[in-house]
């Protein structure tokens, strides 16, 4: 089992930057993809990104791709989102997110939710226009 705490998240304005941070218990963190989704007011929650065991493979919603980086360390047992040309429809509360099913990490299913086995509390982003 693994817990996820997540950081860095506060309020910024459009255009600015924020870099997330979740830090994982265990010590078996690269055993774990992982990923990171965001939940708006009277919204669903939605797939952010995701990063394979040793971060050979991420994948992106599109419309964060070229904006949002992930990445991990798993030296530290941290992964990160690194968010940059924020816009108000950015804003939302940010979670981590912990995949038992590591292997042969691919598209539909690094991006499915329900791959996901354990979630953080999340950290709120507010992007101010």
């Known amino acids: 089992q693994v817990q996820l705490l997540e950081s860095g998240g506060g309020l910024v304005q459009a255009g600015g930057s924020l870099r997330l941070s979740c830090a994982a218990s265990g010590r078996t963190f690269s055993s774990y993809a992982m990923g990171w989704f965001r939940q708006a007011p009277g919204k669903e929650r939605e797939f952010v990104a995701s990063i394979s065991r040793y971060g050979i493979n991420t994948y992106y919603k599109d419309s964060m791709k070229g904006r949002f980086t992930i990445s991990r360390d798993n030296a530290k047992n941290a992964v990160y989102l690194q968010m940059n040309s924020l816009k108000p429809e950015d804003t939302a509360v940010y979670l981590c997110?912990?995949?038992?099913?590591?292997?042969?990490?691919?598209?539909?299913?690094?991006?499915?939710?329900?791959?996901?086995?354990?979630w953080g509390q999340g950290t709120q982003v507010t992007v101010s226009s």
């Open positions: 997110a912990a995949a038992e099913d590591a292997s042969r990490w691919y598209l539909p299913k690094a991006r499915l939710d329900r791959t996901f086995d354990y």
